[in-house]
Protein backbone atom coordinates (compact mmCIF):
# COMPACT_ATOMS: atom_id res chain seq x y z
CA UNK A 1 0.00 0.00 0.00
CA UNK A 2 1.56 3.57 -1.00
CA UNK A 3 2.06 5.79 1.79
CA UNK A 4 0.03 9.30 1.35
CA UNK A 5 1.77 12.22 2.95
CA UNK A 6 -0.31 15.63 3.67
CA UNK A 7 1.28 18.62 2.10
CA UNK A 8 2.96 20.35 4.63
CA UNK A 9 0.26 23.44 4.95
CA UNK A 10 -2.41 21.30 5.51
CA UNK A 11 -0.03 19.59 8.02
CA UNK A 12 0.24 23.01 9.87
CA UNK A 13 -3.50 23.98 9.56
CA UNK A 14 -4.30 20.48 11.50
CA UNK A 15 -1.57 21.27 14.03
CA UNK A 16 -2.90 24.75 14.93
CA UNK A 17 -6.21 23.76 16.03
CA UNK A 18 -4.31 21.06 18.44
CA UNK A 19 -4.09 21.99 22.13
CA UNK A 20 -0.17 22.90 23.80
CA UNK A 21 -0.02 19.28 25.98
CA UNK A 22 -0.60 17.49 22.81
CA UNK A 23 1.57 19.41 20.53
CA UNK A 24 4.45 19.13 22.96
CA UNK A 25 3.83 14.95 22.82
CA UNK A 26 3.79 15.41 18.89
CA UNK A 27 6.59 17.54 18.61
CA UNK A 28 8.51 13.91 19.39
CA UNK A 29 7.35 12.81 15.35
CA UNK A 30 9.82 14.09 13.47
CA UNK A 31 12.72 16.55 13.59
CA UNK A 32 10.28 19.14 11.44
CA UNK A 33 7.70 19.32 13.81
CA UNK A 34 9.78 19.80 16.71
CA UNK A 35 11.59 22.60 15.23
CA UNK A 36 7.69 23.77 13.74
CA UNK A 37 6.53 23.25 17.78
CA UNK A 38 9.36 24.07 19.40
CA UNK A 39 11.62 26.73 17.36
CA UNK A 40 8.96 28.18 15.07
CA UNK A 41 7.92 31.67 16.27
CA UNK A 42 5.40 32.49 13.61
CA UNK A 43 3.52 29.15 14.32
CA UNK A 44 3.74 29.76 17.73
CA UNK A 45 1.99 33.25 17.48
CA UNK A 46 -0.37 32.09 15.05
CA UNK A 47 -1.64 28.84 17.22
CA UNK A 48 -1.60 31.77 20.53
CA UNK A 49 -4.57 34.12 18.30
CA UNK A 50 -6.14 31.15 16.96
CA UNK A 51 -6.47 29.61 20.05
CA UNK A 52 -6.93 33.36 21.92
CA UNK A 53 -9.93 33.77 19.22
CA UNK A 54 -11.53 30.44 19.71
CA UNK A 55 -11.54 30.60 23.63
CA UNK A 56 -9.81 27.77 23.95
CA UNK A 57 -6.47 28.48 25.54
CA UNK A 58 -6.38 26.23 28.78
CA UNK A 59 -5.58 28.16 31.82
CA UNK A 60 -3.27 26.38 35.31
CA UNK A 61 -2.30 27.65 38.34
CA UNK A 62 1.10 27.64 39.77
CA UNK A 63 1.71 26.12 42.98
CA UNK A 64 5.03 26.35 44.66
CA UNK A 65 6.25 24.16 47.83
CA UNK A 66 9.88 25.05 49.24
CA UNK A 67 11.82 23.07 46.69
CA UNK A 68 9.13 22.05 43.80
CA UNK A 69 6.98 23.85 40.82
CA UNK A 70 4.16 22.43 40.38
CA UNK A 71 0.77 23.40 38.36
CA UNK A 72 -2.76 22.50 38.70
CA UNK A 73 -5.14 22.50 35.67
CA UNK A 74 -8.11 24.21 36.40
CA UNK A 75 -10.31 23.08 33.96
CA UNK A 76 -9.57 19.12 33.88
CA UNK A 77 -12.75 17.12 34.87
CA UNK A 78 -9.86 15.37 36.92
CA UNK A 79 -9.63 18.63 39.37
CA UNK A 80 -8.65 17.43 42.73
CA UNK A 81 -6.77 13.93 41.51
CA UNK A 82 -3.07 13.70 40.47
CA UNK A 83 -3.93 13.38 37.00
CA UNK A 84 -4.65 17.28 37.20
CA UNK A 85 -0.96 17.78 38.63
CA UNK A 86 2.17 18.68 36.21
CA UNK A 87 5.27 18.73 38.04
CA UNK A 88 7.60 21.68 36.25
CA UNK A 89 11.31 22.26 35.92
CA UNK A 90 12.16 26.40 36.53
CA UNK A 91 15.09 28.12 35.49
CA UNK A 92 15.36 29.99 38.90
CA UNK A 93 15.10 28.48 42.82
CA UNK A 94 12.60 29.93 44.79
CA UNK A 95 14.26 28.38 48.10
CA UNK A 96 16.88 31.04 47.15
CA UNK A 97 15.25 33.87 46.99
CA UNK A 98 13.55 34.07 43.41
CA UNK A 99 9.68 35.37 43.38
CA UNK A 100 6.92 35.05 40.82
CA UNK A 101 5.52 38.39 39.41
CA UNK A 102 2.86 37.68 37.26
CA UNK A 103 2.08 35.79 33.50
CA UNK A 104 1.11 37.16 30.08
CA UNK A 105 0.39 35.19 26.77
CA UNK A 106 1.65 31.49 29.08
CA UNK A 107 4.82 33.62 29.89
CA UNK A 108 5.60 33.69 33.35
CA UNK A 109 7.95 36.40 34.76
CA UNK A 110 10.22 35.79 38.25
CA UNK A 111 12.28 38.29 39.53
CA UNK A 112 16.04 36.51 41.25
CA UNK A 113 19.35 36.96 42.42
CA UNK A 114 21.99 39.18 41.51
CA UNK A 115 19.65 41.22 40.11
CA UNK A 116 18.40 39.03 37.62
CA UNK A 117 15.02 38.95 35.77
CA UNK A 118 13.48 35.59 34.34
CA UNK A 119 10.81 35.07 31.62
CA UNK A 120 9.94 31.43 31.46
CA UNK A 121 7.12 29.09 29.14
CA UNK A 122 6.17 26.23 31.58
CA UNK A 123 4.28 24.65 29.29
CA UNK A 124 7.37 23.98 27.33
CA UNK A 125 10.18 24.84 29.25
CA UNK A 126 12.05 27.46 27.10
CA UNK A 127 13.06 30.41 29.53
CA UNK A 128 15.41 33.65 29.22
CA UNK A 129 17.28 34.97 31.56
CA UNK A 130 18.10 39.13 31.89
CA UNK A 131 21.06 40.41 33.78
CA UNK A 132 22.44 43.92 34.07
CA UNK A 133 19.45 45.39 33.35
CA UNK A 134 20.21 48.56 33.79
CA UNK A 135 18.14 49.31 37.36
CA UNK A 136 20.39 52.65 37.95
CA UNK A 137 20.25 51.83 42.07
CA UNK A 138 16.67 50.74 42.38
CA UNK A 139 17.10 46.99 42.69
CA UNK A 140 17.43 47.11 46.23
CA UNK A 141 13.56 49.04 46.96
CA UNK A 142 12.22 46.79 43.64
CA UNK A 143 13.46 43.59 45.97
CA UNK A 144 12.13 45.25 49.28
CA UNK A 145 9.34 46.33 46.96
CA UNK A 146 8.04 42.92 45.82
CA UNK A 147 7.71 41.32 49.54
CA UNK A 148 5.23 44.21 50.65
CA UNK A 149 3.55 46.15 47.43
CA UNK A 150 2.14 45.29 44.17
CA UNK A 151 3.71 44.60 40.66
CA UNK A 152 2.20 42.60 37.69
CA UNK A 153 3.48 41.93 34.19
CA UNK A 154 2.28 42.72 31.04
CA UNK A 155 2.37 42.95 27.24
CA UNK A 156 1.95 46.13 24.93
CA UNK A 157 1.04 45.13 21.22
CA UNK A 158 1.16 48.15 19.60
CA UNK A 159 5.31 47.78 20.32
CA UNK A 160 5.58 43.88 20.75
CA UNK A 161 6.58 44.72 24.26
CA UNK A 162 6.25 43.05 27.55
CA UNK A 163 6.66 45.44 30.41
CA UNK A 164 7.27 44.32 34.96
CA UNK A 165 5.53 46.92 37.06
CA UNK A 166 6.56 47.34 40.36
CA UNK A 167 5.21 50.03 42.68
CA UNK A 168 7.84 50.97 44.79
CA UNK A 169 7.75 52.37 48.31
CA UNK A 170 4.08 52.99 47.79
CA UNK A 171 3.37 54.02 51.42
CA UNK A 172 6.24 56.92 51.74
CA UNK A 173 7.09 58.12 47.83
CA UNK A 174 4.71 56.60 45.82
CA UNK A 175 7.28 55.89 43.25
CA UNK A 176 6.93 53.31 40.26
CA UNK A 177 9.40 51.18 38.55
CA UNK A 178 9.29 49.62 35.14
CA UNK A 179 11.20 46.96 33.07
CA UNK A 180 10.96 47.32 29.46
CA UNK A 181 11.78 43.45 28.25
CA UNK A 182 12.18 44.93 23.76
CA UNK A 183 14.77 48.00 26.20
CA UNK A 184 16.20 45.76 28.56
CA UNK A 185 16.03 48.85 30.95
CA UNK A 186 14.23 49.55 34.01
CA UNK A 187 13.24 53.25 34.47
CA UNK A 188 11.29 54.95 37.39
CA UNK A 189 8.19 57.51 37.41
CA UNK A 190 5.61 59.03 40.07
CA UNK A 191 3.23 56.46 41.63
CA UNK A 192 -0.87 56.89 41.94
CA UNK A 193 -2.15 59.94 44.00
CA UNK A 194 -3.35 57.85 46.65
CA UNK A 195 -0.11 56.86 47.74
CA UNK A 196 -1.16 56.30 51.22
CA UNK A 197 -3.59 53.18 50.31
CA UNK A 198 -2.65 49.62 51.19
CA UNK A 199 -3.97 47.44 47.92
CA UNK A 200 -5.92 44.07 48.53
CA UNK A 201 -4.03 42.74 45.66
CA UNK A 202 -0.43 42.01 45.06
CA UNK A 203 -0.24 40.83 41.56
CA UNK A 204 -2.10 43.08 39.27
CA UNK A 205 -5.14 41.82 36.57
CA UNK A 206 -4.04 42.15 33.39
CA UNK A 207 -6.81 43.30 30.97
CA UNK A 208 -6.88 45.95 28.25
CA UNK A 209 -3.28 46.01 28.38
CA UNK A 210 -3.66 47.52 31.68
CA UNK A 211 -2.63 45.92 35.00
CA UNK A 212 -5.81 46.67 37.84
CA UNK A 213 -4.92 46.60 41.44
CA UNK A 214 -8.05 46.86 44.61
CA UNK A 215 -7.13 49.29 47.39
CA UNK A 216 -8.42 48.73 50.52
CA UNK A 217 -12.16 50.07 51.51
CA UNK A 218 -12.37 52.65 48.19
CA UNK A 219 -14.99 52.66 45.76
CA UNK A 220 -12.69 52.48 42.38
CA UNK A 221 -9.45 50.28 41.70
CA UNK A 222 -6.11 51.54 40.19
CA UNK A 223 -4.90 50.58 36.49
CA UNK A 224 -2.00 51.13 34.97
CA UNK A 225 -2.21 51.67 31.82
CA UNK A 226 1.50 49.88 30.36
CA UNK A 227 0.84 51.73 26.65
CA UNK A 228 1.08 55.18 28.48
CA UNK A 229 2.26 54.57 31.44
CA UNK A 230 0.17 56.39 33.34
CA UNK A 231 -2.19 55.25 36.38
CA UNK A 232 -6.31 55.81 36.38
CA UNK A 233 -8.96 54.74 38.20
CA UNK A 234 -11.56 52.37 37.51
CA UNK A 235 -15.26 52.00 39.15
CA UNK A 236 -16.28 49.55 41.10
CA UNK A 237 -19.52 48.33 42.56
CA UNK A 238 -21.32 50.54 44.72
CA UNK A 239 -22.79 48.27 47.56
CA UNK A 240 -24.12 49.73 51.24
CA UNK A 241 -21.98 46.92 52.79
CA UNK A 242 -18.26 48.07 51.08
CA UNK A 243 -17.35 49.86 54.49
CA UNK A 244 -17.24 46.33 56.70
CA UNK A 245 -16.86 44.02 53.04
CA UNK A 246 -14.02 45.63 50.71
CA UNK A 247 -13.51 43.64 47.28
CA UNK A 248 -11.84 40.87 48.21
CA UNK A 249 -10.38 39.66 44.60
CA UNK A 250 -10.03 40.67 41.14
CA UNK A 251 -10.38 38.18 37.98
CA UNK A 252 -11.48 38.19 34.36
CA UNK A 253 -14.44 36.34 32.96
CA UNK A 254 -15.18 36.42 29.26
CA UNK A 255 -13.15 39.42 28.91
CA UNK A 256 -14.58 41.11 31.75
CA UNK A 257 -13.50 42.39 34.92
CA UNK A 258 -15.13 40.52 37.92
CA UNK A 259 -14.56 41.34 41.89
CA UNK A 260 -15.66 38.80 44.51
CA UNK A 261 -16.84 40.20 47.99
CA UNK A 262 -16.66 38.08 50.67
CA UNK A 263 -19.16 38.96 53.71
CA UNK A 264 -17.74 38.61 57.07
CA UNK A 265 -21.60 38.07 58.44
CA UNK A 266 -22.44 35.18 55.99
CA UNK A 267 -19.00 33.29 56.19
CA UNK A 268 -20.51 31.09 53.61
CA UNK A 269 -20.43 32.71 50.66
CA UNK A 270 -19.18 35.29 48.37
CA UNK A 271 -20.78 37.58 45.85
CA UNK A 272 -20.09 38.05 42.51
CA UNK A 273 -19.71 40.79 40.53
CA UNK A 274 -19.20 41.55 36.59
CA UNK A 275 -18.20 44.63 34.92
CA UNK A 276 -20.00 44.09 31.76
CA UNK A 277 -18.36 47.48 30.09
CA UNK A 278 -14.98 48.60 30.63
CA UNK A 279 -14.93 51.53 32.73
CA UNK A 280 -18.78 52.11 33.32
CA UNK A 281 -19.78 52.24 36.76
CA UNK A 282 -23.40 51.55 35.87
CA UNK A 283 -22.35 48.37 33.90
CA UNK A 284 -21.39 46.44 37.17
CA UNK A 285 -24.01 43.44 37.69
CA UNK A 286 -24.23 40.89 40.62
CA UNK A 287 -24.29 37.74 38.79
CA UNK A 288 -24.84 35.48 41.61
CA UNK A 289 -23.58 34.51 45.28
CA UNK A 290 -21.16 31.18 45.71
CA UNK A 291 -22.87 29.28 48.58
CA UNK A 292 -19.28 27.53 50.30
CA UNK A 293 -20.17 26.09 53.66
CA UNK A 294 -22.81 25.06 55.28
CA UNK A 295 -22.78 24.43 58.88
CA UNK A 296 -21.11 22.31 60.60
CA UNK A 297 -18.06 23.48 58.27
CA UNK A 298 -16.42 26.49 59.70
CA UNK A 299 -13.05 26.92 57.57
CA UNK A 300 -10.04 28.80 59.74
CA UNK A 301 -9.52 31.22 56.83
CA UNK A 302 -11.24 31.63 53.72
CA UNK A 303 -10.06 33.88 50.14
CA UNK A 304 -10.77 34.10 46.77
CA UNK A 305 -7.72 32.78 44.41
CA UNK A 306 -8.45 32.88 41.02
CA UNK A 307 -11.39 33.00 38.65
CA UNK A 308 -11.23 31.30 35.30
CA UNK A 309 -12.45 32.80 32.22
CA UNK A 310 -15.20 30.05 32.20
CA UNK A 311 -16.64 30.90 34.97
CA UNK A 312 -14.97 28.55 37.46
CA UNK A 313 -13.77 30.12 40.70
CA UNK A 314 -11.01 29.11 42.91
CA UNK A 315 -11.43 29.34 46.65
CA UNK A 316 -8.63 28.13 49.34
CA UNK A 317 -9.56 27.38 52.91
CA UNK A 318 -7.24 26.89 56.00
CA UNK A 319 -7.29 23.48 58.18
CA UNK A 320 -5.20 23.23 61.13
CA UNK A 321 -1.94 21.60 59.06
CA UNK A 322 -3.21 22.07 55.36
CA UNK A 323 -5.25 23.80 53.11
CA UNK A 324 -7.90 23.42 50.34
CA UNK A 325 -8.42 24.44 47.29
CA UNK A 326 -12.38 24.04 46.13
CA UNK A 327 -13.23 25.05 42.27
CA UNK A 328 -17.16 25.84 42.14
CA UNK A 329 -18.56 25.89 38.63
CA UNK A 330 -21.22 27.96 37.74
CA UNK A 331 -23.72 25.26 36.89
CA UNK A 332 -27.19 24.91 38.48
CA UNK A 333 -29.16 28.18 40.22
CA UNK A 334 -30.58 27.89 43.48
CA UNK A 335 -32.57 30.88 45.00
CA UNK A 336 -31.80 31.43 49.04
CA UNK A 337 -34.31 32.73 51.52
CA UNK A 338 -33.63 36.74 49.99
CA UNK A 339 -34.39 35.10 46.09
CA UNK A 340 -30.67 35.41 44.86
CA UNK A 341 -28.93 33.15 43.06
CA UNK A 342 -26.36 31.03 44.78
CA UNK A 343 -23.98 27.73 43.49
CA UNK A 344 -23.14 25.54 45.70
CA UNK A 345 -19.64 24.46 45.75
CA UNK A 346 -17.76 21.58 44.26
CA UNK A 347 -14.63 19.58 43.16
CA UNK A 348 -11.87 19.75 46.03
CA UNK A 349 -7.85 19.43 45.76
CA UNK A 350 -5.88 19.62 49.65
CA UNK A 351 -2.79 21.11 49.79
CA UNK A 352 0.23 21.28 52.31
CA UNK A 353 0.17 23.79 54.87
CA UNK A 354 3.36 25.37 53.06
CA UNK A 355 2.53 25.25 49.58
CA UNK A 356 1.95 28.86 48.03
CA UNK A 357 0.14 29.71 45.12
CA UNK A 358 1.66 31.60 42.81
CA UNK A 359 -0.20 33.03 39.60
CA UNK A 360 -2.34 31.50 37.13
CA UNK A 361 -1.35 31.03 33.50
CA UNK A 362 -2.77 30.20 29.75
CA UNK A 363 -0.73 27.22 27.92
CA UNK A 364 0.95 28.44 25.06
CA UNK A 365 4.14 27.66 22.72
CA UNK A 366 5.21 31.77 22.91
CA UNK A 367 8.78 32.41 24.12
CA UNK A 368 10.94 35.52 23.95
CA UNK A 369 14.11 35.16 21.59
CA UNK A 370 17.43 36.94 22.13
Known amino acids: MAITTLPDDIIVHILLRLPVKSLIRFSCVSKRWHSLVISDLEFAQSHFKLASKQKTLNRRLLLSTDS ?14 NSSVRKLVSPFKLEDGAKILGSCNGLVCAIGVHEKLYIWNPSTGLSKTLSNTGSFGLWPRIKMSILHDCYGFGYVSAIDDYKLVVVTDLIFKGEVAIFSLRANVWKRMKGPDDQSIAMQNDNGTLLNEALHWLPNHQ ?8 AKEEFRKVPLPVTCELDDM ?6 LLEGCLCALQHKPCDCDSIDFWVMTEYGVLESWTKLFKFKIFGPPERPRSLSTVFVSESGSVVVRKYWSRDMELIRIEKKEDKLDDKNEKVVVWGDRYTLKWCCEINVGYDETLLWVGG
Open 68 to 81: QLESLDLEAPSFGD
Open 219 to 226: LYMFAFDL
Open 246 to 251: PFQCLG
